[in-house]
């Protein structure tokens, strides 16, 4: 029997991520660690040929190393994708009907009535994704507490379900009045949609977002309903790809929130998936820290398109439950869709790798926030782009090599690239070089003031923090970001630029539910709210189990959104989920005043406490991960440079030669002196400045600046 276990293939994990240029991959060879990456250009027109394209490049790569290895040892596969993202940005979504109750049809047209920028005499506000003509109103009613205030006339639906079987819609969302007290309504108009357009499509808010706040949960179930035709389409397709590869394994698909699930659950509620690679970027960089001992990080994700920060304080990554989308304008709060899914805590802090530059009206240098995408790309790929990008600028500076970019697969055109700056920089009266460290010095700017504002607003001092750099673009760039923002360590884990696929590989399953109720704490029902938070325990429980979790391990928290009676803005108090009886009111009050506190330095005189929501949240432990290469990328080691180059250096402001190292040929331990540039496959880790390079033995690199670099 021991013979028959050790001649059994290992099982395999595939993670694949399409961004906005590349789509990544990685397989993990879970037994023994071991990893192989495939890296492709996205295909915008249909994102599944890319993902095939990857998962052909591992398959190949596995069965190279090893003929024993074939598609049916891949156990499964965990995705992340930007295809909800970029629906709701470019409006090519379903055609959606949406029920409402009576009086609030332009709910979504009037929104908050709140001017995201005084001084715009054109304020341009995002157009709601359901035209009001598509919004169709119920008499029945339920009242603030869940009672039912008005019934649902059965003629009335019957005569709705009759309007939308003859719009042509492919998708309804209902969001009726106070339905996360009492859902009762929206079940009802569920089972006749369901009885009668039995293939329709239905998203309700109390399954969606079960909160309060009426506009954000209509503007949260519509934007479910719009994506959710696509996103369902999309992962049918992808599990038939997969299967025709021989490959017959689970998926599972990437949160907002940093877990993931089935993909069964990601097609009901497709919204939860809106961040799901830059989360997977945060997840790598918690890794990467954690395995080298640093808890205090930014987490620094710079794609082709843009780029992200997330402050990972203590090991832990903030959630929020509330954000934007589809920005209006891209920086402006209030300028977006309001979207009400657990998030990890990002922040959009500047363009991508693709982003292009352009001369403003002002007669300046601005970048973007066009992208140039993967179709045509930037100038230098030589696939039809003409309007040079931060990429581009990249190449003029020396810090991309023009014959070894992905590996030597992809020559890059530098005359092209430097014609297209050229001519740039001729209006501004600039050379080809300055005006690619002016495009590079503006990004780099603005992702550090963005990131500094970040850090600031959550109470913490950025020269506190590690900065860990992922994502292709982002080991360019990390280095004078962090030098901009006063932190003297930067940390670039292995394989950095498909960093969102390493996070995939180290995400565990998530799942939360909520119980909104909004009582003081003095008057809890706890018996009630037990047997409330009991079923959802339930709920969660089977979906994580269907996502592969080993429920008898999952780790179950409850988390309150409190505040005093009168305020406006909830606090957060997180508790093990354990037993729920009366004696829970003196813990949580406890936990709220040391939390409120910690906030704001003091508590409310004779302030009566209440609480909002009951959030119970179940993940798997995490476990750190630590890789090695299975395609021999390391097979010969030396602490030698493999050649020089000359690359632009800011602090001198002009061109020096540095030497040029491959990455994964430098010995664990190796210890040596930037400035420098590390080139892998996937990404080039720049380090202009002065300063001290170490390998830890995950191979992550470890700079510390000079004191005066950052001074």
């Known amino acids: 029997m021991t013979d028959i276990i050790l001649k059994r293939p290992s099982p395999y994990r595939m993670a694949v991520d399409i961004g906005g240029t590349f789509t990544d991959g990685i397989t993990e060879d879970v037994a023994r660690g071991r990893i192989w990456v495939g890296k492709c250009l996205t ?38 994708t930007t295809l909800v993202t970029n629906t709701l940005i470019e409006r090519r979504g379903a055609r959606v009907a949406l029920i409402l109750t009576a009086g609030t049809r332009d709910l979504l047209e009037i929104a908050r009535e709140v001017r995201y920028d005084l001084y715009d005499l054109d304020l341009e506000l995002p157009a709601p994704l359901v035209a009001l003509d598509d919004c169709f109103e119920l008499q029945g009613r339920i009242d603030a507490d869940g009672s039912e205030f008005r019934a649902i006339d059965p003629d009335e639906l019957n005569e709705l379900l009759g309007l939308i079987s003859a719009g042509g819609y492919e998708a309804v969302a209902v969001c009726l009045l106070h339905a996360y007290a009492n859902d009762r309504h929206e079940k009802m108009v569920e089972a006749a949609l369901t009885q009668h357009l ?65 993909a069964e659950a990601a097609a009901r509620s497709p919204i939860q998936l809106l961040e799901s690679g830059p989360a997977a970027g945060v997840l790598s960089a918690n890794n990467a820290g954690g395995s080298i001992g640093e808890t205090q990080l930014l987490a620094f994700d710079m794609g082709g398109t843009t780029a992200k920060a997330c402050v990972i304080a203590d090991g832990e990554p903030g959630i929020i439950h509330s954000f934007e989308t589809a920005r209006v304008k891209r920086f402006k709060k209030g300028s977006g869709l309001p979207i009400l899914v657990p998030s990890i805590d990002l922040i959009e802090i500047g363009a991508g790798g693709g982003s292009i530059a352009a001369t403003s009206a002002l007669g300046t240098l601005a970048i973007g926030p066009r992208s140039a995408g ?19 600028a990249d190449l003029i500076l020396g810090y991309l090599d023009p014959l070894r970019f992905l590996g030597g697969e992809m020559k890059l055109d530098l005359a092209a690239t430097q014609e297209a700056l050229a001519g740039l920089g001729k209006g501004l009266g600039m050379s080809a070089m300055e005006t690619a460290w002016g495009i590079c010095s503006i ?12 850090i600031a607003e959550r109470g913490f001092d950025p020269r506190r923090f590690a900065l860990v750099a992922t994502g292709g673009a982002g080991p360019v760039h990390a280095v004078d970001v962090a030098r901009r923002l006063r932190i003297s360590r930067i940390l670039c884990p292995m394989a950095a630029g498909a960093g969102s696929c390493i996070g995939l590989l180290a995400a565990a399953p998530r799942a939360e539910r909520n119980l909104p109720r909004r009582v003081h704490l003095s008057n809890v029902g706890w018996n009630d709210v037990g047997q409330q938070l009991d079923l959802l325990h339930r709920d969660a429980a089977t979906e994580l189990s269907s996502a592969g979790a080993d429920t008898a391990n999952v780790e179950w928290s409850l988390v309150l959104d409190m505040r005093y009676e009168g305020q406006g803005h909830n606090v957060d108090v997180t508790l093990p989920y354990e037993t729920i009886d009366a004696g829970l009111a003196d813990t949580v009050r406890a936990l709220f005043d040391k939390r409120y506190r910690h906030l704001f330095g003091g ?13 119970l949240i179940g993940s798997s432990p995490s476990t750190l991960k630590q890789f090695t290469w299975a395609d021999g990328r390391s097979e010969q080691m030396t602490d030698r440079p493999r050649g020089r180059r000359e690359v632009f250096l800011p602090l001198e402001n002009n061109v020096g030669v540095v030497d040029i190292y491959d990455r994964y040929s430098l010995p664990v331990g190796t210890r040596i002196r930037g400035p420098l540039i590390l080139e892998e496959r996937e990404s080039t880790f720049v380090v202009p400045f002065p300063s001290d390079v170490l390998v830890h033995p995950d191979l992550t690199i470890d700079v510390r600046l000079d004191d005066e670099v950052v001074r």
């Open 374 to 392: 993967s179709v045509p790309g930037p100038v230098c790929y030589g696939r039809g782009g003409i309007e040079p990008t931060v990429t581009d």
């Open 443 to 454: 990004v780099n700017e603005n992702m550090a003031n963005a990131a500094r504002v970040h």
């Open 43 to 80: 295909t915008p027109e249909d994102p599944g040929i890319g993902v095939s394209d990857v998962i052909d490049q591992m398959l190949l790569q596995m069965k190279s190393a090893d003929s024993a290895i074939s598609p049916a040892s891949v156990r499964d596969i965990v995705h992340a």
């Open 198 to 262: 039995p293939r329709m499509r239905v998203s309700l808010s109390s399954r969606v977002a079960p909160l309060p706040r009426e506009y954000e949960r209509a503007s949260t179930v519509a934007a479910n309903a719009y994506v959710q035709p696509l996103v369902a389409d999309y992962l049918n397709m992808l599990r038939g790809e997969v299967g025709r590869k021989g490959i017959d394994c689970s998926l599972s698909v990437m949160l907002s929130s940093g877990g993931f699930t089935s």
């Open 603 to 615: 508590l409310v005189p004779d302030g009566r406490l209440e609480i909002v929501n009951w959030r």
